[in-house]
């Protein structure tokens, strides 16, 4: 799916991720420490949540976005 789609998902409570990224995913998260309503990447595996802060221009034209399951 394309990125525009990918943030429809997540604006819906979904977790998404490239095919590319073997175990980290995107989400919108409503609240986490100091940030509210901003896209977060996270590692599986990892306890720690990082602010989306820059999106490059390879992953908002990909078509390889997904949901993550579970």
Do not use: Q
Not at 27 to 32: A, H, L, S, T, Y
């Amino acid at each position: 799916m394309r990125f525009d789609d990918a943030l429809a998902e997540m604006r819906l409570g979904k977790n998404v991720k490239r095919k590319c990224w073997s175990n980290t995913y995107m989400f919108i998260g409503k609240e986490v420490d100091s940030f509210k309503e901003t896209l977060y990447l996270h590692r599986t595996g990892s306890r720690k949540i990082y602010p989306v802060r820059n999106i490059a221009t390879s992953c908002v034209l990909g078509d390889d976005w997904e949901v993550v399951e579970g």
